[in-house]
């Protein structure tokens, strides 16, 4: 019998994660977003008494996101997402803005987990300017806020007196994304 488990074990890791369970999907969650600071504001010091960022003063917008864990592999000096065996390494939790699959364009971009920095000019592969580290390949989506002056807030779209008052202030650039896909009915049914 014990013969049988070890022999079936040893199948299953032969054929990678055949006969395991797959790793749990992130657990979506409301975040906020400084599109000031362009950044997610993890942190309960990142906000004032009145539910302000710290840093700007303003509002955040709260937006649908996961938390996503990226690691730095020692052995191939490479960010990975999945463990990548001995000498992982150390974990860095990120947040990602949650996009559902195909809903709109995702760009890969240069990205530095250590940083949670998407540089401007770097590529995938190149030295982050921050830390060092190489930077990774990672999804990003392209948003925009217009911070209202009149009515202190951030906005998807300029306010309808902005043409006249000049009140509205676009901010624009990538953010770190999830896709989001669909479950296939099979995996949603009760029993499985």
């Not at 070890?6 to 977003?33: D, N, Q, Y």
């Not at 982050?128 to 998807?156: D, H, M, S």
């Not at 509205?168 to 099979?186: E, F, K, T, Y």
Request: charged share 15%; aromatic share 8%; proline share 10%.
């Amino acid at each position: 019998m014990i013969r049988q488990i070890v022999l079936f074990s040893i199948a299953c890791l032969a054929m990678g994660t055949a006969g395991l369970p797959a790793p749990e999907a992130p657990s979506p969650r409301k975040a906020l977003f400084c599109p000031e600071c362009w950044l997610f504001l993890n942190d309960p010091w990142d906000l004032d008494l009145q539910g302000r960022c710290m840093a700007s003063g303003k509002k955040p917008v709260e937006l649908e996101a996961v938390t996503m864990t990226w690691l730095w592999c020692r052995s191939h000096l490479a960010w990975h997402q999945n463990p990548c065996g001995r000498g992982s390494g150390v974990a860095y939790p990120v947040t990602a803005l949650l996009v559902p699959d195909g809903s709109e364009p995702i760009s890969v971009l240069a990205y530095c987990p250590a940083d949670n920095a998407i540089p401007a000019r770097e590529r995938p592969g190149q030295a982050c300017p921050i830390c060092g580290l190489l930077l990774a390949e990672a999804n990003t989506v392209q948003r925009e806020w217009f911070y209202c002056a009149t009515k202190k807030a951030w906005l998807g779209s300029a306010c309808a007196a902005a043409q006249r008052l000049h009140c509205c202030a676009p901010r624009r650039g990538p953010v770190l994304a999830h896709p989001w896909q669909i479950p296939i009915l099979n995996d949603v049914c009760v029993g499985r």
